[in-house]
């Protein structure tokens, strides 16, 4: 068995990583495709922040029974915990660090969408993101894979 603590740093990166390497590839690649699954990130998400300056008014109110970005995140979001749930019997430590870090990754994100001058003191890593496009700057919740595979830009 892997140690509580190797459990849980492991799960902290490998949240990081995942957060780098689905905004990168999935949610820019195949979101840049029109028809896309994914394309709401770029046609909606993108489109929205784009006009009223990194604020998204769709994560004012969560309403499940809208399919906007936001409920398409966290649809993506709970498919991660259901991918992951057979894992807690082995793991249970890394798998609740990853429920954790998926919790903290969707405050941060709302939060910095629901207050553009917050993001800017506290996430300027995903406020320039989307600020400056194609700056890089994949990851939201803290930029340790965007400084590792080089893609954090100031």
């Known amino acids: 068995m892997?140690?509580?603590?190797?459990?849980?740093?492991?799960a902290i990166l490998y949240a990081n990583l995942g957060e780098w390497l689905m905004h990168k590839f999935i949610l820019h690649r195949l979101g840049k495709q029109?028809?896309?699954?994914?394309?709401?990130h770029w046609y909606?998400?993108?489109?929205?922040?784009?006009?009223?300056?990194?604020?998204d008014p769709g994560y004012r109110h969560l309403d499940l029974s809208t399919w906007?970005?936001?409920t398409k995140e966290l649809a993506v979001l709970a498919a991660i915990v259901m991918v992951h749930l057979p894992l807690i019997?082995?793991?249970?430590?890394?798998?609740?660090?990853?429920?954790?870090?998926?919790?903290l990754y969707y405050i941060l994100h709302r939060k910095a969408h629901l207050d553009p001058d917050w993001a800017k003191q506290h996430l300027p890593w995903h406020y320039q993101h989307h600020i400056q496009p194609g700056s890089g700057n994949w990851c939201v919740t803290w930029p340790g894979f965007d400084y590792l595979l080089g893609s954090r830009n100031k």
Do not use: D, R
């Open 68 to 70: 906007n970005a936001q």
């Open 44 to 55: 909606e998400h993108h489109t929205i922040c784009a006009k009223h300056q990194m604020l």
């Open 2 to 10: 892997i140690s509580v603590s190797l459990q849980l740093l492991l």
């Open 34 to 40: 029109p028809g896309s699954i994914w394309a709401y």
């Open 89 to 103: 019997w082995y793991w249970p430590v890394f798998v609740m660090g990853l429920y954790g870090s998926l919790t």
